[in-house]
């Protein structure tokens, strides 16, 4: 069967098990019956690529989870939280005065909205809320949403704690765009919101220099940790999988352990996807240890497998930097590991809580971000990231290090858009400008024409200042969305004196420059 007969079926087969149509409604059956002819397939020549194909388009419908759960929210449930300019107490909001609410379920979504999805509280009207995909889709489908609680007028605040719920009712709006599911348990959490009245005023830069070196020796505040155990829901809010998806995807495994060949890319390859879906349905009431046993087995496949197919290794490589993720922020000991000692302190106004070291690890990509939701301060510096998709979901991200990665343009950084707290950013010591040929861009939606229109006016006033902008247009659509305090471009090939005279016109809240100060 040739490769792009099979995506069809492939496709075919998926519509047919989602949209239930006759014929097509036990869905176990009809894949139990489908790995049976692929089976007899891949015993014919386990080599054959359109086999090992259709086999991976079985597998994500076996995978799929059998009803739609909220698997992590920020803020957590239970938690308090306390609106302050005081670098002493509780969280800092910028002067955006805004605060943001994070839904990531356990698939990709649609219909979030103000009717699935109602948050009570006497400071807002739960209609007047909106709730957007992360990142934006014209499809309005994503498995993180986010709203945005607005505080214009916080001086008429009481001293006292507001209760914020968010509740979603079993309604059938919210549907999964995996396998068309409406099925999803009701589930309420809440969280408190204070005002600390000693400080109204919100700090409106970094005043001190951040040097990312300074950093000590590896520990973890309690608070931090807290964070990260309340991000989880209940266990009994989470629907588990059937015993026949556990059934089915350890047959896999042993059938292709028993039969498969030692250095067959495809056998290494199904094998190393079978272990990542049997551990990631384990219940999280498992034993940590059972849940860490095939680790280091995964991560050996994917280094084979770069030397045995290299004309795919970008692709191995992004998947075991996935296990990587998984593998450091799995549990509250792992996690530790990789946090800071203590919060920073940028300025003598800014007090920051989630602070998470993750360099040197080699990482690709980014992954699991639905366990980082709460930090504030990430360390991604030293590794190979050529992406930064999926941290657009770190709403509170506040100082990001990518320094000594292999970022190749500005639209790859686009995602920095989203996030709208963000002060301090270092991409220093990458590859921005030394390729001709931008060929991320394509990865991205266009524009919209507001946004082109927009972009005229900038370029005129660009014009009109004498700052030369040829081949500059990503770079002004990226940094002048942002609110940087601090910025570092050292060492990339765009940088120039011509580049840094962009940057302070596009850029007028900047005050540190490639560690110079500026204003």
Known sequence: MSESLLHRVSVLLSGLLNNKAEGFIEREGILTKEYGLVHDALAAGSKVQSGWLYHLCLLHQTITPNEISLISSWPP??????????????????????????????????????????????????????????????????????????????????????VIEVKI?????????????????????????????????????????????????????????????????SEDLVSGFSKWQMQTISGEINLIETFGKENCKFDKLALA????AHDAMLSHKTPITERQIHFRAVLEFFDDLVKLDPKHSKYYEDERSLVLMNQVTIDKKSFSSHCSPSPYYISSKLHLHGCMQLRNLSL?????????????VLDLSHNKLRS???????????????????????????????????????????????????TTRYLFSSPSKRSVKLDKKFLEDYCRSKVDITNRREAICLFRDLQLHQLNVKNNAVSNKNFRDLLTKALPTLMWLDGERLR
Not at 364 to 376: D, E, F, M, P, S
Not at 412 to 435: E, T
């Open 273 to 276: 996807r079978l272990l990542i």
């Open 169 to 233: 009712d079993h309604s059938e709006a919210i549907i999964s765009s995996c396998s068309g599911s409406q099925s999803m348990h009701p589930l309420n959490f809440r969280f408190t919101l204070s005002l600390n009245c000693d400080n109204l005023e919100f700090a409106e830069s970094v005043d001190e220099l951040l040097d990312w070196t300074d950093v000590g020796s590896l520990g973890v505040e309690s608070n931090d940790l807290v964070s990260f155990e309340q991000l989880k829901l």
């Open 364 to 376: 690709t990509r980014i992954g699991y971000v639905v366990r980082l939701l709460w930090v504030q």
């Open 77 to 162: 449930h239970e938690s308090a939280l306390v609106l302050s300019a005081n670098r002493d107490t509780g969280y800092y909001f910028t002067n955006t005065r805004k605060l943001p609410i994070v839904l990531y379920f356990n698939q990709t979504v649609k219909g979030v909205n103000p009717s699935s999805v109602i948050v009570n509280s006497m400071l807002f009207k739960n209609e007047d809320l909106v709730w957007k995909p992360l990142p934006p889709t014209k499809s309005e489908k994503a498995a993180c949403w986010v709203t945005y609680l607005q505080f214009p007028d916080m001086e008429s605040w009481e001293a006292k704690v507001y």
């Open 388 to 438: 930064i998709e999926g941290i657009e979901a770190l709403q509170l991200l506040t100082c990001l290090n990518l320094r000594n990665n292999q970022i190749c343009s500005f639209t790859a950084l686009q995602p920095l858009k989203l996030l709208s707290y963000l002060k301090v950013l270092d991409i220093s010591f990458n590859d921005i400008g030394a390729h001709p040929v931008d």
